[in-house]
C-alpha cells in the first residue's frame, strides 16, 4: 500500500493526506516528524535528503518529496480532468495559487502561527506576531478578492490548487488572534471544509 510520512499537524503532510483522500487511493499515513522523530534517520534521508515530511512512498519503492510536487502527481495520475486540470490555462490557475501558498501566504504569517500556537506565552515575541499578522493580512486580502468573483482558486470547481490555499487559510482563519473578516474567503473555506476528505485532516484547534 502506499505510505504517507509524516505527523498530520504538518500543513504540507496535510495536503498530501487530503488530495490522496479526494482521489480515493488507498494508503498508510506513518507519523514522523517532530516528536515522533524518524525523519532524520540516515533511513529516512535516503528517501529524502532533506529530512522533511512529507514524503510519499509508493509500492514499488518509487519516493517524492516536496508536498505541492506530491499533490501534483497524485492528481495528475488518478484525477486527470477533475482534480488536475487537462486545460493548460486552468491548470495554470490551480498552480498559481499553489505556488502562492508557499511562497507568499505562508512564509508572511508563519512566525505569528509559530508564536500563537506552538510557542508558550511567556516566550512569545509579540512584536514578531504583530508584524507577521499585517503581512499575512495583505495576502488574505489576495485570497479574499480573488473569491469574490471565483468559487474556487482555479475558477468554477474544486481542483488541487484550492487543497494547499485551504490549507494554508485554515491556519489563518483558526489563528487566535484579531483578523480582518474575509467574507468570500471564509465562504469557500466552510465549503471546501465540508469535503468528506477533509475529515481528520484540518484539525481545530490547530496543533
Ligand atoms: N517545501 C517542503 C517543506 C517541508 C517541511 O518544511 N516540512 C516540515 C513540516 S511542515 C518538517 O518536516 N519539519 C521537521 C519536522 O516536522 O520535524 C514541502 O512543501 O514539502
Same mark, same amino acid.
Given at each position: 500500500?502506499?505510505?504517507?510520512?509524516?505527523?498530520?499537524?504538518?500543513?504540507?503532510?496535510?495536503?498530501?493526506?487530503?488530495?490522496?483522500?479526494?482521489?480515493?487511493?488507498?494508503?498508510?499515513?506513518?507519523?514522523?516528524? $517532530?516528536?515522533?522523530?524518524? /525523519?532524520?534517520?540516515?533511513?529516512?534521508?535516503?528517501?529524502?535528503?532533506? %529530512? $522533511?515530511?512529507? $514524503?510519499?512512498?509508493?509500492?514499488?519503492?518509487?519516493?517524492?518529496?516536496?508536498?505541492?510536487?506530491?499533490?501534483?502527481? $497524485?492528481?495528475?495520475?488518478?484525477?486527470?480532468?477533475?482534480?488536475?486540470?487537462?486545460?493548460?490555462?486552468?491548470?495554470?490557475?490551480?498552480?498559481?495559487?499553489?505556488?502562492?501558498?508557499?511562497?507568499?501566504?505562508?512564509?508572511?504569517?508563519?512566525?505569528?502561527?509559530? %508564536?500563537?500556537?506552538?510557542?508558550?506565552?511567556?516566550?512569545?515575541?509579540?512584536?514578531?506576531?504583530?508584524?507577521?499578522?499585517?503581512?499575512?493580512?495583505?495576502?488574505?486580502?489576495?485570497?479574499?478578492?480573488?473569491?469574490?468573483?471565483? =468559487?474556487?482558486? %482555479?475558477?468554477?470547481?474544486?481542483?488541487? %490548487?484550492?487543497?494547499?490555499?485551504?490549507?494554508?487559510?485554515?491556519?489563518?482563519?483558526?489563528?487566535?488572534?484579531?483578523?480582518?473578516?474575509?467574507? /468570500?474567503?471564509?465562504?469557500?473555506?466552510?465549503?471546501?471544509?465540508?469535503?468528506? =476528505?477533509?475529515?481528520?485532516?484540518?484539525? =481545530?484547534?490547530?496543533?
Amino acid at each position: 500500500m502506499m505510505k504517507i510520512w509524516g505527523r498530520i499537524s504538518s500543513i504540507n503532510v496535510q495536503k498530501v493526506v487530503w488530495c490522496a483522500g479526494e482521489v480515493g487511493i488507498p494508503f498508510e499515513r506513518i507519523d514522523a516528524g $517532530l516528536a515522533f522523530g524518524i /525523519n532524520n534517520t540516515p533511513e529516512f534521508k535516503e528517501k529524502n535528503p532533506n %529530512g $522533511l515530511v512529507p $514524503l510519499l512512498e509508493e509500492d514499488d519503492g518509487w519516493t517524492l518529496w516536496e508536498s505541492n510536487a506530491i499533490v501534483r502527481y $497524485l492528481a495528475a495520475r488518478h484525477s486527470a480532468g477533475n482534480l488536475w486540470p487537462e486545460d493548460p490555462r486552468e491548470r495554470a490557475l490551480s498552480d498559481r495559487w499553489m505556488d502562492w501558498q508557499t511562497t507568499a501566504f505562508a512564509p508572511a504569517f508563519i512566525p505569528a502561527f509559530m %508564536g500563537l500556537v506552538r510557542t508558550p506565552p511567556e516566550k512569545r515575541d509579540q512584536a514578531a506576531i504583530d508584524a507577521a499578522m499585517q503581512r499575512g493580512e495583505g495576502f488574505a486580502a489576495i485570497l479574499d478578492q480573488h473569491l469574490g468573483g471565483n =468559487a474556487y482558486v %482555479g475558477g468554477e470547481r474544486f481542483t488541487m %490548487g484550492d487543497i494547499p490555499a485551504a490549507c494554508i487559510a485554515h491556519r489563518w482563519l483558526n489563528m487566535p488572534a484579531e483578523r480582518t473578516p474575509r467574507p /468570500n474567503m471564509e465562504r469557500w473555506y466552510r465549503e471546501v471544509l465540508a469535503r468528506p =476528505a477533509v475529515a481528520g485532516v484540518l484539525t =481545530a484547534p490547530l496543533a
